[in-house]
């Protein structure tokens, strides 16, 4: 990747930064985040691009119903099991099976592998409209096709190991085979429906709500489209303009450095949805200028991971998991993009704020003017970029079209750069490279998506999740709250070794029924457990957004995790917000205009909560300044925030108004206070208090 370039100039003006494409591979929308990967070389990686060619195209053909194939129609699950075929087998190519696996060479066994895979998907294909007609997936499927079966069984387990960790397997594994032995006594709560091997081998593969359930259908119809559209943005420069933009609207505030960081992350991970890609992107240019600014190694490293963060939950494309949740709850993707609209925004408002207390306690400056990119040097650079994601959000929340608005946006993006840019126009050499990019992140998704795709279909096939929504509401005594805390407390430990797409499907199977059961809101429901699952990014001791921002920075990588977690302490909060009142998440009655008033009181929350964490209050000051009062005074400004910004009125036993007007009495004697005593005794820089 490259770092930055600075211009020639006069030797009266100072040198103004150029800051160069930072995807030196492009932008991908990356699940699982693995370092140690083979890169494919001659006839493998030639194999690899033209099974990517053939995925997209059978994407297409089954979105605009092309009819490729002429005289045939094909059934969702033979397109489903095509893509398997395509990509699942590279996974064994791709992903090494051990550290002392070797990267130059593919091993034999990983050949045999490659090819197990790939006749068990195309067994499974030939015969998967016979066992719609015929039923095979509740018994009577023929031998051969239980073989190929067992044989996907087993591959789809490996596949979740090379990609996901020994964790994600280890989690997932137990509840694939659980059927088998559903009746034991031990289970207790989860006792169910017990199956023959054969009968759970079947159902695994040849039904739709197991390995052809919610997440390979989310990828079949949604995710291949903007993964191909994410890729060509970056692959056409947008990471710089985009750059180059945060720093040219940012880099002269307070704290600029850092806060062109939040600008700069949450615009690449609206097209990315990638945590680790947006910190290895935008982190390598951010970073640096950071801790030149004066932000110290850790704290700037804590700023990307949690500006990278919210790449998953940042519309128009969010991270994978939110396509699956579309699918969970038989909503379109624009639902989902529209739910996370003022999430997101708090999100990064938090941040904002964060940000700002540090460098106004720390007295740090922006950076001048004349050595940043110039704003209208910038948009005329990349003013088609804005066109390109207009076209897509209208297609996406008016027309309601998003299997077709990827494919439109990318389309009018590679014709715009053909005739507009000529630093990325596209050859033949870019196109190979486009095709490999996606075919690695296809690749990587599939064989997490499907493997995960059997718990669906293991708590299908046994028919427990009704009657455990039952226990965990007799657990809970139909507390919401207590509920809650234990849905968030779960979230969190399984997400600390499972990626965020698998802990949500845990949950949204054995938990959200439970929640919903008590009157909360679905989409909210969801929301929160979504929210909670990506959380693993910054929290220890996993935080694997805030060890790659700790690579970059030259930081200790716990130190940095435990900082990402002060810095975002504000996405701990959020999801709470939302379940308490879904206007936040834009539903129910009247939920835009409810929606901007909680989205005000709770970014008004915000500012407080925020100043007391960073021990700096906006018209206080340094709250240094206060003594030996400072962390009585830092405690009462972050629960007066809180309470400020928490919805009223549903499950809260006080009104909207009980509430603002608590946290007010909690809010302004403390800032009076504080006033009094910062004013007495103003800070010296070095954090002194004059006598």
């Known amino acids: 990747m490259s770092s930055s370039s600075t211009t020639s100039a006069p030797h009266d003006e100072p040198k103004r930064v150029v800051f160069d494409d930072p995807h030196g591979a492009a932008g991908n929308m990356q699940e699982a985040e693995v370092t140690r990967v083979r890169t494919l070389r001659g006839a493998w990686r030639w194999t690899l691009i033209v099974a990517t060619a053939a995925t997209i195209l059978l994407c297409i053909n089954q979105q605009f119903s092309l009819r490729f194939f002429v005289g045939y129609t094909q059934l969702n699950t033979e397109y489903f099991y095509l893509l398997i075929a395509l990509m699942l087998p590279f996974t064994f190519l791709i992903f090494p099976g051990s550290e002392r696996a070797p990267l130059d060479r593919i091993p034999w066994y990983d050949l045999v592998l490659f090819v197990a895979t790939f006749a068990a998907a195309l067994m499974l294909m030939s015969n998967v409209r016979k066992a719609a007609e015929a039923g095979w997936e509740f018994g009577g499927a023929p031998n051969t096709v239980i073989a190929a079966g067992l044989v996907m069984w087993v591959m789809l387990m490996e596949a979740l190991r090379r990609t996901g960790g020994w964790s994600l397997l280890l989690s997932v594994l137990p509840f694939t085979v659980y059927p088998l032995f559903a009746e034991s006594v031990w289970l207790g709560p989860f006792r169910g429906t017990q199956s023959t091997l054969e009968q759970a081998t079947a159902y695994h593969v040849l039904s739709g709500e197991s390995l052809l359930g919610i997440p390979i259908q989310a990828f079949a119809d949604t995710v291949i489209g903007f993964l191909v559209f994410g890729t060509a943005l970056m692959m056409t420069g947008a990471g710089k303009f985009f750059i180059n933009l945060a720093f040219a609207l940012c880099g002269t505030f307070r704290g600029g450095a850092a806060k062109v960081c939040i600008f700069a992350s949450g615009l690449l991970g609206m097209m990315s949805g990638s945590i680790i890609s947006n910190v290895l992107t935008a982190g390598t240019m951010t970073i640096p200028v950071m801790k030149k600014s004066g932000f110290r190694a850790s704290y700037a490293g804590a700023i990307e991971a949690c500006a990278s963060t919210g790449a998953v939950l940042a519309p128009p494309v969010m991270g994978a998991t939110a396509f699956v949740i579309a699918q969970f709850l038989n909503v379109s993707y624009a639902d989902v993009a529209v739910a ?65 608005a990827p494919f439109y946006a990318t389309a009018l993006l590679l014709v715009l750069n ?45 028919g427990v999740v009704s009657s455990l929504a039952n226990d965990l509401l007799h657990i809970a005594g139909d507390n919401a709250f207590l509920l809650l805390g234990m849905c968030a407390l779960t979230s ?24 919903e059961k008590l009157g909360l809101n679905r989409m909210a429901v969801h929301m929160f457990i979504f929210y909670w699952g990506m959380l693993s990014s910054i929290t220890p001791p996993v935080a694997i957004a805030s060890f790659a921002a700790a690579g970059i920075a030259g930081s200790p990588a716990m130190k940095t995790g435990w900082e990402s977690m002060w810095v975002g302490s504000i996405i701990y909060f959020l999801p709470f917000f939302f379940v308490l009142n879904p206007a ?18 709770a970014a008004f929350g915000t500012l407080f909560i925020c100043a007391g964490i960073q021990g700096y209050q ?36 006080l009104s909207q108004m009980q509430v603002t007007l ?29 006598p």
Not at 418 to 446: A, C, P, Y
Not at 618 to 637: C, H, K, N, T, Y
Request: one cysteine or more.
């Open 492 to 515: 969190l430990i399984l997400g600390l070794g499972l990626t965020t797409t698998a802990c949500y499907i845990f949950l949204a199977i054995l938990v959200a029924p439970a929640l």
């Open 418 to 462: 053909q005739f507009f840019s000529k630093d990325t126009r596209w050859t033949f050499v870019t196109i190979g490279k486009f095709l490999e990019v996606n075919g690695r992140t296809f690749v990587e998704l599939v064989g997490i998506l499907a493997g995960c795709g059997l718990l669906i279909g293991a708590f299908s096939m046994t």
């Open 618 to 653: 906006p018209f206080v000051g340094d709250l240094r300044g206060a003594g030996s009062l400072e962390w009585p005074i830092r405690v009462l400004l972050v629960i007066g925030g809180f309470v400020v910004a928490t919805p009223g009125g549903g499950i809260m036993p």
């Open 584 to 601: 936040l998440v834009l539903q129910g009655s009247s939920p835009y205009l409810a929606g901007l008033g909680l989205m005000g009181l």
């Open 340 to 404: 996370a609209i003022i999430p997101a925004v708090l999100y990064y408002v938090g941040l904002f704020m964060q940000v700002d207390a540090y460098a106004a306690r720390h007295k740090l400056k922006g950076i001048p003017r004349a050595e940043l990119p110039r704003i209208m040097d910038t948009i005329k650079d990349g003013w088609y970029y804005v066109f390109v994601i207009a076209l897509l959000i209208v297609m996406l929340l008016y027309f309601k079209r998003e299997s077709h």
């Open 662 to 690: 608590l946290g007010l009495g909690i809010l302004l004697p403390t800032l009076l206070i504080a006033r009094l005593l910062v004013r007495r005794q103003p800070v010296m820089p070095d954090g002194l208090r004059v």
